[in-house]
């Protein structure tokens, strides 16, 4: 297992990667984030009306083609544990990487929205892994999300492969086959050509060949799973984790070794991880003082978002809080909207955040060990809640 206290650090750090792993981070929309990468490519690409929110122009002036990777799982607070596997991955983020920001919850669906729709959590809509469809007591999964709701109006934001395609650039989605077409692909990366990749070998071959097809401007989308499947059910730094690790860095080896000279690769994640010890773990299924005035839990273990009874929730709020203590901060909406947490929400989203709010601290979570599949209580490493190691991603930035 890792220590989830090692903190590494890195040139050009703004003060995120010597944060404790465990202090709160704030997300840091508008030019530190998640949500600001796509812009930042596409105004390199001289995409009109593109914002280069990271600064990246200067250092790819005079490229025209530009991949984006996100690795599932790969943390900022990650990459020291991952370096004795990785050497590729940790000489980049020693030489080349600087430290970002997920958006919150610190989530796959949310983070892949974000990144595709270049704003965060707030204005697109995907709150969460899980979420209540508004109206209903039921809960949506992002993940097996198959076309009900309707993407399009559940996620209304134009994506910044639309923008890219619109302006005249090619662009290409390379991910597993299995996601062609799903709810969350549409949501995320509608506007990219899709193409179905498993695997590091036909990722890289994949990404290169959209790279290197046509003369024009080009923008190609990655994404690895592995990491985080086996931080999930593994842990951080087991041995599977480690195999995994070693997949990665083949893959940044293959795509660094074959970038066009006008070309260049973002390096990026959703997310970090850490693992929960079975001594940090609520289960609310069976503390009838959790279910009380409860009726609908969606989220995931790291942030709970409770829907409860009319006029439960200051009920609720009061005793989450006793049970759960410094284990969590508990909030109603309001007060979790008024943080900026999620960006901006309008109203037709606000009713996917739960009535209350929990957000877990250090290295606790929430379990739902009869409302949620069993497996969910048997992952090792989580993730979802604000802490720095969950937070804190790497922006990896290299030139062909």
């Not at 010597?18 to 001289?46: K, Q, T």
């Not at 919150?104 to 709150?127: C, E, Q, R, Y």
Request: proline letters at 10%.
């Amino acid at each position: 297992m890792s220590d989830p206290r090692r903190a590494p650090g890195g040139p050009g750090d703004p003060g995120l990667g010597h944060l404790g792993p465990l202090e709160i981070v704030p997300p840091r929309y508008g030019g530190g984030s998640l949500a600001d990468v796509v812009p930042s490519a596409l105004a390199v690409l001289g995409v009109p009306g593109a914002v280069d929110l990271l600064g990246l122009t200067p250092r790819l002036a005079g490229v025209r083609r530009i991949a984006v990777l996100l690795v599932d799982g790969l943390g900022w607070y990650q990459i020291p544990t991952a370096a004795p596997y990785a050497p590729t991955l940790a000489g980049l983020a020693a030489t080349v990487g600087r430290p970002l920001t997920a958006g919150f919850p610190s989530t796959t669906p949310t983070s892949l929205v974000s990144l595709g729709a270049g704003v965060a959590p707030g204005p697109h809509g995907v709150l969460g892994f899980t979420v209540r469809v508004p109206g209903t007591d039921r809960v949506l999964n992002h993940i097996e999300w198959t076309g009900d709701p309707e993407p399009l109006h559940w996620q209304p934001v134009r994506t910044q492969w639309e923008r890219a395609r619109a302006a005249g650039v090619a662009v290409t989605v390379a991910s597993r086959p299995e996601y062609a077409g799903s709810g969350l692909t549409l949501a995320a990366n509608r506007g990219g050509d899709y193409r179905g990749a498993a695997g590091v070998d036909a990722l890289a071959a994949t990404m290169l060949a959209a790279l290197a097809a046509g003369d024009g401007p080009t923008l190609v989308s990655g994404y690895h799973p592995d990491l985080d499947r086996h931080g999930h059910l593994s842990g951080v730094d087991s041995a599977p984790w480690r195999l995994a690790a070693a997949g990665v860095d083949a893959l940044l080896a293959r795509l660094v070794d074959g970038l066009p000279p006008d070309a260049a690769l973002l390096v990026t994640a959703d997310h970090g991880q850490l693992d929960v010890p079975a001594a940090h773990r609520f289960d609310l299924d069976t503390d009838p003082r959790l279910r009380d005035g409860v009726r609908v839990v969606a989220g995931e273990p790291r942030v709970r978002y409770l829907h409860v009874a009319p006029g439960a929730a200051d009920d609720v709020v009061a005793a989450w809080s006793a049970v759960l203590g410094p284990a969590a901060r508990v909030q109603t909406r309001a007060e979790a909207v008024a943080t900026g947490r999620f960006g901006p929400v309008p109203e037709e989203h606000l009713e996917r955040v739960g009535d209350v709010v929990v957000t877990c601290h250090d290295t606790y979570a929430v379990l739902a060990s009869r409302s949620e599949p069993p497996a969910v209580s048997r992952l090792v490493a989580y993730h979802g809640a604000d802490t720095a190691a969950e937070m804190t991603i790497p922006l990896l930035v290299v030139r062909g």
